[in-house]
Each structure stands twice: as structure tokens, then as C-alpha cells.
């Protein structure tokens, strides 16, 4: 069974541009979440997508947005980049477990996006 | 929101020695807590998980330990190997909630 894709691996971009990068999740797996990670911030959660509507959300800017496919891969995107935006980008897809007990999240490997 | 905090952010140990990392949560409904590790330039793998209806559990080399009462939990790492070299993250979620709220990491080392 693949793992978690992520598309692409490596991007620069300047700052004022828009970027989207791709996650295609487990086969199966209808839950898609997405993290920041940064040296200095650690792994943020940014937000979750579960049949196409996004179930949560992090304490990022509207900058920052998100969907899902109907095939549950996900896009984000982020709007009129900064240079603090400049991070690794996780994208994690998992089963959804039940309302008491949650399942593993499987990472890819990231997109690792440089702003200049 | 929850938080959670990890310590320590660094440690070195001999190898064949053990390594502990701890962690506290805030949120007292989060009920599940899994450990990553991260090699450098790779994604974060699970490595061992816990449910808050369960104090322990141990896979091989490594276990993990919760408290809840105290809301923390730790990463027992035995008989380390120059493999065990990466990142750890732990982490928290509350059930039905796949949002996980991580720790800020810990550089382990372990010297030949």
C-alpha cells in the first residue's frame, strides 16, 4: 500500500506570490490534516479535512487555506506568502478512528517551501 | 486550547543506557498520546502510541508511561543503539478530534 504523497517536494517562491501543495492520503484514509513544522515553532497543526469539509482549524491566518477532493486528496494554499512562511510542510492522512479512541496518523515527507 | 510541554529539548546518553523523555498535557479530555520520531530530512514515524485507558504499554525496547491524574506521560527508551538517534515528538488528541497538539521535540543522541 502507498504512503502518504506530497507534492512537491521543494518549491521557492517569492514573497506576495501564492503557492499550493498536494497531499494524496493512504487509500482509504479519509481524514487529511496539515502541519507546519518550523525550527523555531515545532509541529503546528494548521487544519483537518474529513469528506471534503474542513473539521478543524489552527490558530493560523485566513492566508492560510485548505480543501479535499472527493477522492480525499487535499490541496492547501497559502496567499500572499511572507518570509515566515518559509517551513516545512506536513501533510498526515489517518482512518478516523471513533468519537472515544483516535487512530494513527501517517506523514508524508513533506513539502518544504522557501520564501525569498 | 491544549498544550503540551516536553523535556527535555536535548539529551545525549552512552549507548546501552537508557533515555527518558517526559511530557505534560493540559487538556484533561485528551485521550490519546502517540510518540513520533523523525530522522533528519524524513517524516515523523509512530513509534508507539497509548490510550488513556491503559498505564503502560511497551513494544521491545520501548515503552511509555501515563499518568492521567497528573497528565503527563513518558517515552522509556532501553539498551539504546546509534539508530535511536533522531527527534522525538509526543504528542496529544482528544478522541474524535484527529488535531494533534505536539510537544516541541527532543534531540536525542546517543554516543558511541
Known amino acids: 500500500k502507498a504512503g502518504v504523497t506530497q507534492t512537491p517536494r521543494y518549491l521557492i517562491k517569492t514573497r506576495g506570490q501564492q503557492v499550493t501543495l498536494s497531499c494524496s492520503p493512504i487509500?482509504?484514509?479519509?481524514?487529511v490534516s496539515w502541519y507546519q513544522q518550523t525550527p523555531g515553532q515545532g509541529l503546528q497543526f494548521l487544519f483537518e479535512?474529513?469528506?471534503?469539509?474542513?473539521?478543524n482549524k489552527g490558530n493560523f491566518p485566513g492566508r492560510f487555506s485548505g480543501r479535499q477532493f472527493s477522492n480525499s486528496r487535499s490541496e492547501m494554499n497559502v496567499s500572499t506568502l511572507e518570509l515566515g512562511d518559509s517551513a516545512l510542510y506536513l501533510c498526515?492522512?489517518?482512518?478516523?478512528?471513533?468519537?472515544?479512541?483516535?487512530?494513527?496518523?501517517?506523514f508524508g515527507q513533506g513539502t518544504r517551501l522557501t520564501v525569498v | 486550547g491544549e498544550n503540551v510541554e516536553q523535556h527535555p529539548s536535548t539529551l545525549s546518553v552512552q549507548e546501552g543506557d537508557s533515555a527518558v523523555i517526559k511530557c505534560t498535557y493540559s487538556?484533561?479530555?485528551?485521550?490519546?498520546f502517540p510518540w513520533y520520531k523523525q530522522e533528519l530530512g524524513k517524516r515523523p514515524q509512530l513509534i508507539i502510541d497509548i490510550r488513556s485507558n491503559v498505564g503502560e504499554k511497551k513494544d521491545q525496547r520501548i515503552a511509555v508511561t501515563l499518568n492521567k491524574t497528573a497528565k503527563h506521560f513518558s517515552l522509556h527508551i532501553t539498551e539504546t543503539q546509534p539508530e535511536d538517534s533522531a527527534v522525538y515528538f509526543c504528542a496529544a488528541s482528544i478522541g474524535g478530534n484527529e488535531k494533534l497538539t505536539f510537544g516541541t521535540g527532543t534531540r536525542l543522541t546517543i554516543i558511541p
Open positions: 498526515a492522512s489517518s482512518l478516523v478512528g471513533t468519537a472515544r479512541m483516535n487512530t494513527e496518523a501517517f
Open positions: 487509500s482509504g484514509h479519509r481524514s
Open positions: 487538556d484533561s479530555a485528551s485521550n490519546y
Open positions: 479535512y474529513f469528506s471534503e469539509t474542513q473539521r
